[in-house]
């Protein structure tokens, strides 16, 4: 895939901002609250688009704050990054930086000092020092307590809520950036699984991964890499390690990357070696289930029954052999794991698949000797059915 290909989107991304805040004042204005201060990368994207250093050392670094009537939040960035701001995203024009000298709030462990005199003073000056303020899910407990101590009046609720509605439907200009991720993430995965062989690590092949992400655009991995192979070891789902790939096993890749700030996330799984018929069967059983889940995905469908769709296929055509447990899948967006989760009735929250809704398919299940089988796509929900995101060819042999 060349990247004229990768990039054929024109992203609008201002629309994107504008319409991302349409649909948290929808949610703030069901749940009563005036406005919203989000803190984490995953909530500032979502409502800025903006760019942030992905470190747990700037996790809450950058603050922004909507009120029922902003088209665009105002925004506490981190000083560092305001000058790239105003080249990227020159609409923003309410910004008041937040110093990283001279305060506590970028420290670890943080505590409250010159930034929540910052936001206090911009709520008094909207004239919401008395409002409902829902307030991001992580937003650090002592600044909370430091700012209702400046605001006695103001009243806090949690934007969990709030936030999780909003992000569940993609618009048209965030299934832009997600398809772009989608394809950087097939480059990746790919790029891993013609680097298998045996001899070689784990950590060799999540390096791979990782740099073509890069190459190509990406901004990082979703999360730590997966590469697993052979039996399952003792570090379960930790990622990637020095294990040594060995002729016999299966290496299961399971990754994706963001690309402005949307994740990707898919596996494949391969075999060192010419896999014996056991192992066979049960690679075609895992890609028959998840063919049997999105086969069932689209609009009115419960995130429940895709879960039962994919257990009975996997049972049926591995005659009882392997079932799944609870999980098999999970919405996607600025966030790893957003609404809807799929999973098993009674287990996870029920929601109806609705168009917009970004989520992946991943069945799993592990070959006594050999190791984990996992396959997994990303979906689109559409107005009449799926639309399937990621598209790297299913084969069990390493080439």
Not at 28 to 47: E, I, K, P
Not at 267 to 277: F, L
Not at 288 to 294: E, K, S, Y
Not at 351 to 374: K, N, S, T
């Amino acid at each position: 895939m060349n990247l004229a290909d990768v990039y054929a989107e024109n992203i609008d991304w201002r629309k994107l901002v504008e319409l991302n805040c349409a649909r948290v004042k929808s949610e703030m204005a069901d749940a009563g609250a005036s406005a919203l201060l989000v803190c984490t990368h995953d909530n500032w994207r979502y409502l800025t688009s903006i760019p942030s250093i992905v470190s747990m050392a700037y996790a809450t670094c950058n603050w922004c704050l909507l009120t029922m009537d902003m088209d665009l939040p105002y925004l506490f960035p981190l000083a560092d990054i305001v000058g790239h701001m105003e080249r990227i995203a020159p609409w923003f024009r309410n910004i008041r930086p937040l110093p990283f000298g001279g305060t506590r709030e970028p420290q670890q462990p943080l505590g409250p000092g010159v930034w929540i005199g910052i936001v206090a003073q911009a709520l008094r000056d909207l004239r919401l020092e008395d409002c409902v303020l829902a307030l991001d899910p992580a937003f650090p407990y002592s600044c909370h307590e430091a700012l209702c101590r400046r605001l006695p009046r103001l009243r806090t609720v949690s934007a969990t809520d709030i936030l999780r509605q909003a992000r569940v439907i993609k618009n048209e200009e965030e299934q832009k950036a997600i398809r772009i991720a989608c394809r950087i993430g097939m480059i990746g995965v790919e790029a891993g699984l013609a680097a298998v062989a045996a001899g070689k690590t784990e950590t060799e092949i999540a390096g791979v991964v990782e740099y073509s992400f890069r190459v190509h655009g990406g901004e990082y991995p979703h999360s730590t890499p997966f590469v697993v192979s052979g039996p399952p070891s003792d570090l379960g789902l930790l990622g990637a390690t020095h294990r040594v790939i060995r002729n016999g096993d299966l290496v299961r890749i399971d990754c994706g990357c963001s690309y402005s700030g949307y994740l990707s996330d898919y596996s494949r799984t391969i075999s060192v070696g010419r896999p014996d018929g056991e192992t066979k069967e049960a690679y075609d059983a895992c890609l028959l289930a998840l063919q049997a889940g999105a086969g069932a995905a689209g609009p009115g469908v419960r995130n429940t029954d895709l879960h039962k769709a994919i257990d009975d296929a996997l049972q049926k055509e591995s005659r009882g052999r392997y079932q799944l447990g609870w999980f098999v899948g999970h919405g996607l967006g600025t966030g790893l794991h957003e609404d809807p989760m799929i999973g098993r009735s009674g287990v996870v929250e029920e929601f109806e698949m609705e168009p917009g809704m970004y989520f992946c398919l991943e069945p799993a299940i592990v070959v006594q000797g050999r190791g984990m089988i996992g396959l997994e796509d990303d979906y689109f929900i559409t107005e009449d059915g799926v639309e399937t995101l990621t598209h790297t060819e299913f084969c069990l042999e390493a080439r």
